[in-house]
């Protein structure tokens, strides 16, 4: 059974980092484009960052550009999302999105295949 499960979510003041794991459990992880979203009370879902199979291409949403880095490491099968200079407006329900193998889905939420179950984010002024 394919999971995506995200952990590292917390409550910090602005200012502060949190670092954001999500552990995928298919086999084919190497091969899958991966993504970080987040969804703010009464918000949209919005995409944050994506990481290519290798970890060799990055995106990032303008508004956490130069603050938050993706990563991952496909022998753990797991993505990062660290994340800097937290301000208020980075307070969401964060989601670990994972591509079918070999797609590259970009910002595009509706086209990621696997969802985790999200982690709640909350940063404080």
């Known amino acids: 059974q394919v999971q995506l499960v995200e952990s590292g979510g917390g409550a910090v003041q602005a200012g502060g980092s949190l670092r954001l794991s999500c552990a995928a459990s298919w086999r084919t992880f190497s091969s899958s484009a991966m993504a970080w979203f987040r969804q703010a009370p009464g918000k949209e879902r919005e995409f944050v960052a994506s990481?290519?199979?290798?970890?060799?291409?990055?995106v990032y949403a303008d508004s956490v550009k130069g603050r938050f880095t993706i990563s991952r490491d496909n022998a753990q099968m797991t993505v990062y999302l660290q994340m800097n200079s937290l301000k208020p407006d980075d307070t969401a329900v964060y989601y670990c999105?994972?591509?079918?193998?070999?797609?590259?889905?970009?910002?595009?939420?509706?086209?990621?295949?696997?969802w985790g179950q999200g982690t709640q984010v909350t940063v404080s002024s």
């Open positions: 999105a994972g591509a079918q193998a070999y797609y590259s889905p970009g910002r595009i939420s509706t086209m990621y295949r696997y």
């Open positions: 990481i290519s199979r290798n970890g060799g291409s990055t």
